[in-house]
C-alpha cells in the first residue's frame, strides 16, 4: 500500500500548563480534500501550525511521502511545497495588491530595481484564474473582506505544490466566490495537491472535501463520510445534538424601534465596491431580531455601517426614524444618541485594540460613565467587567490578559459585551459569528435571543443562511442597494436565495 502523502502520528504540543494537542494521528492523501473540523481550542490549528513549522512539536512525528521531516521555521515547511493561508490574512493594508502576492519574492530588473510592471502583470494573470476583477494597483485596506481573502488565497496558491492548509477561507466569500474556490481546489487535488480544509460552515463539507476529521479537546474525537448527517458533525463537534444549537423564539415584540420606508443614503463621494443603500424598506421592533440576507455586494453591509454613521460620509434622504422618531443618523454620535450600538464584521481591524486588555476593551464605549468627574473608577470598571464575564461567559476569566490573546469566539463575545454595555435599543450586527466554531455559535444565539427577550431590537447581517432561517424573526432581502422582499421565520432558504439573485418576484417588505 502507497504511503500517504501525509502522515502525522502522536502529536503532542503544549504551549504552559495548557495541552493543546495530545497524542493526535492525521494523514492526508495526495489529490485529496480533507475536511479539519473542530470549536475554537479544539487544537486544528495548533495541529496545522506543526505542519507549517509555525509550532515545534514537543512529541511525535511527521513524513511527507513515508519520508520523515521536521521543519524549525514556516520556510522549511514552503521549501516542502506546503502553503498555509491563515484565518487572520498576513496581507500588509498599506502595499497595493500586487505587492502583497510578491511580498518576500519580489521580482527585479537589472541592477537590483523592483519590477513593478511584471509583479503586477503576473498578479492580474493569477487573479484572472479565480475570475475575479480586482485592480492589483489598489491599497489592500482599502478592499472589502472578501476580496482581502481571495488576494490572501491567490498569494498562499502561489507557495503550494504538495500540501495545501486552508483555515476558514471562505468566511468572508459570496456565494459566487466560494464556487469559484471551490472549482479552482478541485483543480489542484485533480493534480496531486493534498488540500487540508478548516472551516466553521458545516453545510459546505459535503460539497468539497473526500473525508472528515472532527477535533474536539485537542484530540481526534472521529473520521466520518463529507455526506455524514450535520447533526452527527454537530454532536462530534460539541458534544450535544443539533436542535439545541438555535434558541426558542419568543413570538412577542413591542414596539417599533426602527422604521425605514424607501430610505436612500447618499454619499458625500462615491467609493468603487461601496453599495449605498438606495431603496430600503424595513422595521425592527422591541424583542425582535430582523435578519439581513443577500449576496455579498448587495449593501448588508454598506446599510448596517450607514445607519450607525461609519461608513462614507453623506446623509439620509426618505423615512428614518427611531422610537418613532424622525432622526439625522450622519454621525456615530447621532447613532449612539439614538439608543444604536453596531458590531463590526471585522473584530480585529474596527472592534477590538488587540494589545490592550480584556478590560479596557469591554468598558471602552462607556469611559463617560464609569469616569466621575473625568476619573476612571476602578471599582465602577471592574462591576462592568464582571458583568460581561457573567452575561457572555468570556473565557478564560482573566480581564488582565490582552484580548488578541482569545478565542475567536471569545473575542467576539467581548465584542458583543462591549456594545451591551452601553444599554442600547437597537443592536446593529455585521456577521456576528463570522470565524467564530460552532459551540461559541449557540451561545451567541442564546445570548442574542435573551437580549431580545429583554426588548432589545437586533437587526443583523449575515452570510450563513442557516444562521439566518434560525436565529431570526423576520428575514429581509438586499439586491443592489434595494430591500427586495422579506420572509417570516423558518422560511425556504432556496426561496430566500432565489429573491437575493434575482430570480423570484420581488416582495416588498
Known sequence: ?????????????????????????????????????????????????????????????????????????????????????????????????????????????????????????????????????????????????????????????????????????????????????????????????GIVYISHRLEEVPEIADRVTVMRDGRVAGETRPDAPQAELV????????????????????????????????????????????????????????????????GRTELLSALYGTGLAGRWDGGVEVDGRPVRLESIRAARRAGIAFVTDDRRGGGLMLRMAVARNLVMSVIPSISPAGFLSPAREGEAVRRSFGQFDIRPRRPEIAVGALSGGNQQKVVLAKEILGDPRLLLLDEPTRGVDVGAKGEIYARLRELAGQGLGILVASSEMPELVGLCDRIVVLREGCSVAAFEAGADEHAILAAANGKAPDVQP
Open 235 to 298: 454532536r462530534l463537534l460539541v458534544g450535544r445534538p443539533l436542535e439545541e444549537l438555535y434558541p426558542r423564539r419568543a413570538g412577542r415584540v413591542g414596539r417599533r424601534l426602527l422604521h425605514l420606508r424607501d430610505a436612500r443614503f447618499r454619499p458625500v463621494r462615491e467609493r468603487a465596491g461601496w453599495q449605498a443603500p438606495r431603496r430600503i424598506s424595513l422595521d425592527v421592533h422591541e424583542g425582535e431580531i430582523v435578519g439581513l440576507a443577500g449576496v455579498m455586494g448587495a
Open 1 to 193: 500500500m502507497n504511503a500517504p502523502l501525509l502522515a502525522m502520528t502522536g502529536v503532542v504540543k503544549s504551549f504552559g500548563g495548557v495541552q493543546a494537542l495530545r497524542g493526535v494521528d492525521f494523514d492526508l492523501k495526495a489529490g485529496e480534500i480533507h475536511a479539519l473540523l473542530g470549536e475554537n481550542g479544539a487544537g486544528k490549528s495548533t495541529l496545522m501550525n506543526v505542519l507549517a513549522g509555525v509550532h515545534a512539536p514537543d512529541e511525535g512525528a511527521m513524513a511527507i511521502d513515508g519520508a520523515p521531516v521536521r521543519f524549525s521555521n514556516p520556510r522549511e515547511a514552503q521549501a516542502a511545497g506546503i502553503a498555509t493561508i491563515f484565518q487572520e490574512l498576513d496581507l500588509v493594508p498599506g502595499l497595493d495588491v500586487a505587492a502583497n502576492l510578491f511580498l518576500g519574492r519580489e521580482l527585479t530588473r537589472p541592477g537590483g530595481f523592483l519590477d513593478v510592471p511584471a509583479m503586477r502583470r503576473q498578479a492580474r494573470e493569477r487573479l484572472e484564474a479565480l475570475d475575479l476583477a480586482i485592480d492589483v494597483e489598489r491599497p489592500v485596506g482599502e478592499l472589502s473582506i472578501g476580496h482581502r481573502q481571495v488576494v490572501a488565497i491567490v498569494k498562499a496558491l502561489s507557495y503550494a505544490s504538495r500540501v495545501l492548509i486552508m483555515d476558514e477561507p471562505t468566511a468572508a466569500l459570496t456565494v459566487g466566490e466560494v464556487e469559484r474556490l471551490f472549482a479552482i481546489m478541485r483543480r489542484l487535488s485533480a493534480g496531486g495537491v
